[in-house]
């Protein structure tokens, strides 16, 4: 598939990847692509951030590939069960952030995350029922390598390694992030159409 055979939906993290992130670049210059909006981007509540993406997906004219980051990435794992599979491609999934230990998280911006990721539970478990590709760094302070392959391996997600990468955000110098777009277009020509009548 190509980027105008889809519709690309971005799924931000905490704080909604401000105008310099990949993610919003990635907006600005895929014609395909919009956002995921959310309520309230600093107070993250998981209900309602999946209700948003399933919307969004329930909107989509075109088949859907979803661009989730961070946070974003395990909303689109909560919201998995409740989207229209004969809408969605797949899931370019980008540095998960690991909410079973959020007290390990770093200070963010003068913010701290234990308590605003409760809400999220548990790490969702069960296989996404669409392809997806995760990237995970071996330097990600929100979640460590192995524990990224872990989560690969529930989801049934292929897994990329991006090697010394941070959180594959702006802090760790990824504004223009020309290696991710160079994997997602392959990504991309892998998929195929979502099968009609699943659900």
Request: hydrophobic share 40%; proline share 8%.
């Amino acid at each position: 598939m190509r980027t105008s055979d889809v519709e690309i939906l971005i799924v931000p993290g905490w704080s909604g990847s401000g105008p310099d992130h990949w993610q919003s670049r990635w907006e600005r210059s895929l014609k395909t692509a919009r956002r995921v909006e959310q309520e309230d981007w600093l107070k993250p509540q998981s209900e309602q951030w999946s209700a948003r993406i399933a919307s969004a997906v329930a909107a989509s004219e075109k088949p859907v590939v979803l661009v989730a980051h961070s946070l974003g990435v395990i909303s689109v794992a909560h919201a998995a069960p409740r989207l229209d599979l004969t809408k969605v491609a797949g899931a370019y999934l980008v540095a998960p952030a690991d909410i079973e230990n959020a007290k390990d998280w770093p200070v963010t911006e003068g913010h701290s995350f234990e308590q605003d990721v409760r809400d999220f539970g548990t790490m969702p478990r069960e296989p996404l029922p669409f392809p997806s590709t995760l990237i995970a760094s071996h330097t990600d302070p929100y979640c460590c390598f192995e524990r990224a392959k872990e989560i690969a391996a529930m989801w049934g997600s292929k897994l990329l390694e991006a090697g010394d990468a941070g959180h594959v955000n702006v802090a760790s110098g990824h504004g223009p992030w020309p290696e991710g777009l160079l994997q997602f277009g392959l990504f991309l020509k892998d998929l195929q159409e979502p099968a009609a009548g699943t659900k």
